[in-house]
Structures are given as C-alpha cells and as structure tokens.
Nanobody, 129 residues
C-alpha cells in the first residue's frame, strides 16, 4: 500500500521558518516528480512547489518564490519543503503529492492537483501575525 505521510507542521510567528517533510512508503518515487500543495479554509487546493525526479529542477508558485525551497532525498524516499519568511497568508494545510508518470515534466500540468495520483493526509501550518 502506497502512503505519503507529511510531518513537521505547526505554529510559527510571522517571519519565522518551518520545514515540512513527506515520507513515502510502499513504492519508490525516485523516478517521479513530487509536489507540495496547500489549502486554506474556504479555498481550493493551491500549487506551492514541485521538484523533478532527481532534484535537478524545481518550479514554484509566484507567491512563495524566494521564500520556500523544495528538495528531495531519493535514498530516503522523502521530499521536503523549507519555508522561510513566513506570512499569515501562508496558513494552510500542506499536502505532498506524487506523480505516477516516469520522469514527468515539472511545468504545465504539474501545477494542477489533477496531475498527481498519490496524496498525503496533510499537515497544518499556522502563521501568527
């Protein structure tokens, strides 16, 4: 059974930093793009960042560019999202997602939730002002 399990969420003050992790089990995703999305109360699921299969390329939403960094460790089957200079508007449940296509592009449809076949349960990130 394939599982993605996020961890590391919590409460942080505006301007602070936080790192969330996503550990995959049940299969290897070392040849698959993996992404982070978020969903705030009353809003749709929003693209945050995506990383290609070997970590050599990344793509970010404009709202987080320069503040967030996505990375991965294929040996641990884990993807990370390092968040800095956090703002109250970053408050959301953060979900990781894995694409089942082999070494798929991280552009175009990679910013849409419909591209991804596997999802974690989410981790809450709350930024206080």
């Amino acid at each position: 059974q394939v599982q993605l399990v996020e961890s590391g969420g919590g409460l942080v003050q505006a301007g602070g930093s936080l790192r969330v992790s996503c550990a995959a089990s049940g299969r290897s995703f070392s040849n698959n793009a993996m992404g982070w999305f978020r969903q705030a109360p009353g809003k749709g699921r929003e693209f945050v960042a995506v990383i290609n299969w070997n970590g050599g390329n990344t793509n970010y939403a404009d709202s987080v560019k320069g503040r967030f960094t996505i990375s991965r460790d294929n040996g641990k089957n884990t993807v990370y999202l390092q968040m800095a200079s956090l703002k109250p508007e970053d408050t959301a449940i953060y979900y990781c997602a894995a694409d089942s296509s082999f070494r798929g592009s991280i552009y175009s449809t990679a910013t849409s939730p419909t591209r991804y076949n596997y999802w974690g349960q989410g981790t809450q990130v709350t930024v206080s002002s």
